[in-house]
């Protein structure tokens, strides 16, 4: 069985950075593609960052200021990890987080990691 989980999130200051973290397990599969999307209270879930291939796809919002990347696709414990790495936050940018893999043909999302923005 496929699991998801994410890590990293918390509370930051306006500028400030963190670095979120997500791995599938359960799988011998390397996932085709992974993404960070995140909602914020009372918006829609949105695509923040993806990365499949050698390819990354980031929202208007936070180009030049978050970063993806992930785990070497020939390292089978970190081949489907992927990271976000989040500078110059700002308010607008808390929500929950959440890691989505596809392996295999099917969509794996992860729990949520609560990302908070505040002075």
């Given at each position: 069985?496929?699991q ?11 500028g400030?950075s963190?670095r ?13 593609a992974?993404a ?5 209270p009372?918006?829609?879930?949105e695509?923040?960052?993806?990365i499949w291939?050698?390819a990354?796809k980031y929202?208007?919002?936070v180009k ?12 089978p414990?970190?081949r ?5 790495q989040?500078?110059n936050l ?5 929500a929950v ?7 295999y043909g ?14």
């Amino acid at each position: 069985q496929v699991q998801v989980m994410e890590s990293g999130g918390g509370l930051v200051q306006p500028g400030g950075s963190l670095r979120l973290s997500c791995t599938a397990s359960g799988t011998i599969h390397t996932a085709n593609a992974m993404a960070w999307h995140r909602q914020a209270p009372g918006k829609e879930r949105e695509l923040v960052a993806g990365i499949w291939g050698g390819a990354t796809k980031y929202a208007d919002s936070v180009k030049g200021r978050f970063t993806i990347s992930r785990g070497n696709a020939r390292n089978p414990d970190a081949r489907n990890t992927i990271y976000l790495q989040m500078n110059n936050l700002k308010p607008e940018d808390t929500a929950v987080y959440y890691c989505k893999e596809i392996i295999y043909g099917r969509d794996y999302w992860g729990q949520g990691t609560q990302v908070t923005v505040s002075s």
